[in-house]
């Protein structure tokens, strides 16, 4: 691993000591749409909002599934707002005003916050010497508010200029600063998941607006910077994947990076290629099924990986490097748990 200078230690690292001295891993949660589905079809996802639309709409069902991953064995729950955006809110009709897009944002980041608290009372008695699970903020690229897939090959339409990109992440990054003033909030948010990233373009913006807002005062938590591709060696857009790493982590403020929403057989050759040139951790969740990008739809059922095959190919990712591994879309509670309990085993050899 590459020297990195960061300005502060990453709440990651106590987590990830403790996982190596264990011999294991650091178990992130999996995705909420296909347990949305599963446990609430009632509940409408469609919209650009997806998810985050849900964690307004139905905030218990949310609450309910950062439980769920918790008692899995995640390590680490991200929060329900990867769509999340000021525009994002006010063209779904849930909010008015820019304080409106503020309260929505700050409850629906509170929903993992409580579900951990619950969580930790519950295991108290019985495992009082238990780590603190981490929560980290989840947003995406760009391109997920826009709802019409770009995220996936940052491709941005609407006239959305490099400058804009940047423009956009700091306008966020802004709003999420202000949310977690909250009495509710403050000291409780430990990471910055940024997901989805699909150019080293986007990336650089991303650094960017971390750095300017930084130079301003404003700390966000450490972050992280997840790619998507559908291939090992480029990002979405095509740049090569090794650029992407070095733009990602081209800011003190970057405490790991990855890949996100990815094929699994994609996984070895691409992290091999991260690793190589990262300064920092890596981290790791694919699909657990395939997307077939050209149709903008997911495979047929046999594409699905079971929650034992997943956690088998989830070790071997860890054994090439990948140092923080869970899923993403089309995977459960029950791929995480499988997880947990292979990363558990090997621990314990």
């Not at 071997?316 to 309990?341: F, M």
């Amino acid at each position: 691993m590459l020297a990195h200078s960061q300005t502060s230690s990453s709440p990651l690292e106590p987590l990830l000591a403790a996982a190596r001295s264990e011999g294991r891993p650091v178990i992130l949660d999996g995705g909420f749409g296909q347990l949305i589905a599963d446990e609430y079809p009632e509940l409408d996802q469609s919209g650009g909002m997806w998810v985050s639309g849900v964690a307004i709409r139905a905030p218990s069902a949310i609450r309910d599934a950062h439980r769920r991953y918790l008692e899995a064995g995640a390590d680490i729950i991200t929060t329900a707002t990867y769509q999340a955006s000021a525009g994002g809110y006010v063209a779904a009709g849930l909010a008015a005003t820019e304080a409106d897009a503020d309260a929505l944002l700050a409850a629906t980041v509170a929903l993992a916050v409580e579900a951990r608290a619950q969580f930790i009372q519950a295991r108290s008695e019985a495992e009082p010497r238990q780590r603190r699970p981490l929560v980290a903020v989840s947003l995406g690229s760009v391109g997920a508010t826009l709802g019409d897939c770009s995220e996936y090959t940052g491709k941005f339409g609407q006239g959305l200029t490099t400058q804009g990109v940047y423009e956009f992440h700091l306008r966020r990054f802004a709003m999420l600063a202000r949310c977690l003033t909250t009495a509710e909030l403050r000291g409780q948010i430990d990471l910055l998941a940024m997901e989805t990233i699909p150019s080293a373009e986007e990336a650089t913006a991303i650094v960017r607006a971390l750095d300017q807002l930084s130079r301003d005062g404003v700390e966000l938590p450490a972050a992280w910077i997840a790619f998507t591709t559908p291939v090992a060696n480029q990002t979405g857009l095509g740049e090569p994947i090794e650029d992407a790493v070095r733009a990602a982590t081209s800011s003190p403020r970057v405490c790991a990076v990855g890949i996100n929403c990815v094929p699994t057989h994609v996984v070895p050759e691409l992290l091999a290629n991260m690793a190589r040139v990262s300064p920092v951790p890596v981290v790791c969740y694919p699909n657990g099924q395939t997307w077939q990008g050209s149709v903008n739809e997911w495979g047929d059922a046999s594409t699905q990986v079971s929650p034992a095959d997943y956690a088998k190919s989830a070790m071997e990712w860890a054994q090439n490097g990948a140092l923080v591994v869970g899923g993403c879309c089309k995977t459960t509670p029950e791929h995480i748990r499988s997880l947990a309990d292979a990363a558990a085993a090997i621990g314990n050899i």
